[in-house]
């Protein structure tokens, strides 16, 4: 082992000199400035990252045509992809169902031959009124408020939704009787 | 050929698969004497010779070359998604089979009052600087070449551009997380998808702090710490791998179950239509309509999880378990146990519903809560 190594820096202390507490603060705050605006900015631009330009947001409220454009007892399913709804006609009125399945939020797809949605990501099933039978999805799909426009047109208002376990299918908003 | 494939379709429905792996699994891998000696009789310990593992490669890669000439079979096995768990069949046995055939040789070694092998073995003592650096650096190089030539080879299987409308069918997880969507089918999404994953990550943690026996540190040893290797095998090896590879193979449209040379057929229709226990007890055996109060109605469910996850394990420790509570103290004991209760739920959860197509024990959809 040879003598114990002095490093330079300690050595030559006059390096230090001309920096005065004074001018070391000066110095500190500057940095810790530039520290914070630069952090500052790269946060802000997070923040603005999570507002798209654009939103490719369909209206929550629309108007699906008249009611003689559903057929009794037929699933209508033309406004899934665009507003994510199943329209569909019993003999006794309308109801929308939203295409969110209850589980885990996949979209199921309405099966015409065996008469149920049916829920690709851990099969879940429910049956044409949207109550759940199969799998492992705990409550029915919820329902949107349907009503008439003063034009005669069906409007659906998805900002409203009917949940059953909560007995809100007996809320008159949640079906068009027709 | 077509019986084999039939038998193959036959045991892999998951009823029957998963019970022959666990029943089975006591056997490979013997956490008392009885099955100890059951495993000896049988020759079931051969299989961690270099016979054994001869013959274990023989079989799957027989398996897979059927396979690969299967038609439908063909279609799943080859997809680039499912290559990673064709790997992983392998190298998961593969190293089981390594880590068996070490334990195997280091019991026998101490039968006959010897040390283990690792005891005065220079050979797997390297400097870190430059040894197993370099080793580390070459292994690298390998792996990135492999790496290479994979994704050269085949190509990633990207799809079109995400569209709201339309889901896959079936919907995949990555492979990784195949575990968890089997999970998924037969829990409500809390628990499946957060507290599972949560008890898995914790309780691997907690394992150093749970498994305080002295014995078989540093060195292979199966005998010494058997019922920590068949509890850890099987949550392991039953309860995530192979439901990996459920979730890879057997899982079609609509998340139905098919066999690895059945056609997936996207109408197959199979009777799943499921009832909670409240409903079987209430409407089925006691004949009168749901109580309308939340708690009355799911009583007996309440009554069921709290006696099993509670009650049962205070119970044990006054009988059968006594020794282990008195040893272990009463922290450890019910950490042990909550863990250990946690893990065995799923598969308990999963025969419930294979055999009585029950669907939760609690089901309050009211307040987002069933178990
Ligand atoms: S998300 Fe539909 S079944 Fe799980």
Partial sequence: ?178 | MNYIKDLFDFLSAPTISFTLLTVAFPFIFPPTDWFDKKNKQWGIYKLWTNKGAFWIFMSITFFFIIGYFDPYFNLTMTKPDNIPIILMIYSMIFVIWLGMKKAYNNDARLDRGEKPEEWNDPDDKVLVWPDLVYIELIALILFMVFLIVWSILIGAPLEEPANPAATPNPSKAPWYFLGLQEMLVYFDPWLAGIIFPIFIIVGMMAIPYMDINKKGEGYYSFKERRVGYFIFMYGWMVLWVFLIVIGTFFRGPNWNFFGPFEWWDPHKVVPLTNVNLSEYVWVKLLNKGLPTNIIAREAVGFVAVIGYLFIMPLLLAKTKLKNLFEHYGPVRYSTLMLFGLTMFALPIKMYLRWLFNLKYIIAIPEWFFNI
């Avoid at chain 1, 209206?59 to 709804?85: E, H, N």
Wanted: aromatic share 14%; hydrophobic share 35%; proline share 6%.
């Fill in chain 1, 1 to 178: 082992m040879s003598e114990k190594v002095i490093p330079k820096a300690s050595i030559n202390s006059d390096s230090g000199k001309d920096l005065n507490r004074k001018g070391f603060l000066g110095w500190l705050s500057i940095g810790w400035l530039a520290f914070a605006g630069a952090t500052g900015g790269f946060f802000t631009s997070m923040i603005r990252f999570m507002f798209p330009n654009v939103l490719f947001e369909p209206p929550q409220s629309f108007k699906i045509g008249y009611p003689d454009d559903f057929t009794i007892g037929k699933v209508d399913t033309r406004f899934k992809k665009k507003y994510a709804v199943w329209v569909v006609r019993n003999d006794e009125g309308i109801y929308a169902l939203s295409t969110v399945c209850t589980h885990l939020g996949c979209t199921p797809n309405w099966l015409e031959v065996e008469q149920k949605y049916k829920c690709p990501c851990h099969g879940s099933g429910f049956r044409k009124t949207g109550v759940h039978f199969e799998g492992p999805a705990p409550r029915p799909l919820e329902r949107h408020s349907v009503s008439l426009a003063s034009d005669g047109q069906i409007i659906v208002d998805k900002t409203k939704r009917f949940k059953w376990e909560k007995g809100e299918w007996e809320i008159e908003e949640s079906f068009l009787k027709i």
